[in-house]
């Protein structure tokens, strides 16, 4: 019953979002992969320009393997470009390259959200890995209170993918002005980065969405298990 319950039925929307969002962040990338920027500028060496020009000269600049793997890792100050980012002269890779250097500012300012959501890191991974066997457990011997702190433990996974929404949004707007503000695009261009970074905001939305479902979903379980 707990497996195969109707109750999966409320995850639909967010699942089709993250299935919409996940093909719609692939294809606007690869679209405006294809187009080259105007300066024909890599996005390792646009990665270089705008860390000098901020004055953010401890960050370093490494490939990672994958595709849409780019990330700034905080603990390292390492910003990781993907090889389709770091060697490509295009307008996505201008585009995903300076979000990621909108971490890099918003780490080095101190950027609340950031911050916030960096301390979350650790409790919401413990609360995800606990909540489901402790509601599972807790359901299985009808005890509302496992049910509610299984519960509780999943609300803080719930959190952490509500606070990155601000964290990821922030970056992207900081990254179109960065690059329109240092001319390293144009006006034009700015469309298509805008496009990239709003497609990838996507999968941040969807994967709040299918949390905050999932999470809606455990409530309505262990009210209906309480009744029982
Ligand atoms: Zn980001």
Known sequence: MFLFDPTYIIL?????????????VRATFSYFSQIPNSRRITGAEAARILLGALGLHDVKIELTPGSLTDHYDPRTKTLRLSEPVYYSPSISALGVCAHEIGHAIQHAQGYLPLVFRSTLVPVAALGTNMAFPLFFIGFLFGNPSLMTIGILAFSLGVLFYIVTLPVEINASKRARELLLSSGMITAREAEGVKAV????????LAAAAMALLQLLRLILLANMRRRD
Not at 12 to 24: E, F, G, T, V
Not at 197 to 204: C, D, G, I, K, V
Request: aromatic residues 14%.
């Open 12 to 24: 639909l929307p967010a699942l089709i979002l993250s299935l919409y969002a996940s093909w719609k």
């Open 197 to 204: 970074l709003n497609s990838a905001a996507l999968t941040y």
